[in-house]
């Protein structure tokens, strides 16, 4: 199988997965957003498998899929923050492909980059939901952090434990194999 072919392959299993299991949802916020099994993780593992390009591509083809099964649709902006451009960011986990622990910092760096994206889009377009007296910034920073910050961290538990360390290389060793 050509290098390209496998890339593919794995990018496709990578976005199936993360679809998967965005549906497995332990809460789902009124506004969007949602706590789920380890969506985000699928989407950063492929920029720390491929690198940047093939990350940032792969979050947002995912991002595109999700707007076309969960759409929740303000205005058009918003849909380019709140989908492709904030999926899109999970892809930078590829800029640590090639370093020490860089799943660990490619899933903390994409996911902040998802929450910074969603935190515009709440800033700018759904600010008027902020309680009466309270700062809308404020109020995005905190919501989007309700759901943002439990997966991240349940994520890093996840790939830090040594048994799923040791399969991860596995896989990256074979994603990559000639």
């Known amino acids: 199988m050509s290098s390209n072919v496998k890339r593919l392959v794995y990018c496709a299993i ?25 969506s ?15 990350g940032l591509m792969t979050g947002v083809s995912y991002g595109i899929l999700q707007l076309i099964m969960d759409p929740y649709i303000y205005v058009p902006v918003q849909v380019l923050l709140d989908f492709p451009l904030a999926f899109g960011a999970l892809g930078l986990s590829g800029l640590f492909w090639k370093s020490r622990y860089g799943l660990v910092k490619g899933c903390v760096t994409g996911m902040l980059g998802r929450y910074l994206c969603h935190v515009i889009s709440g800033y700018v377009f759904f600010a008027e939901y902020a309680p009466a007296g309270m700062n809308p910034m404020i109020y995005t920073l905190g919501y989007n952090l309700t759901y943002i910050l439990p997966e991240m961290i349940a994520t890093l538990i996840l790939i830090s434990i040594p048994s799923v360390v040791k399969a991860l290389n596995q896989v990256k060793r074979m994603a990559v194999a000639g």
Do not use: E
């Open 14 to 38: 990578a976005i199936a997965l993360a679809t998967v299991t965005s549906f497995m949802k332990l809460t789902s916020l009124p506004f969007g957003g949602s706590i789920t099994m380890f």
């Open 40 to 54: 985000m993780f699928f989407i950063c593992l492929t920029g720390y498998l491929y690198g940047l390009k093939t």
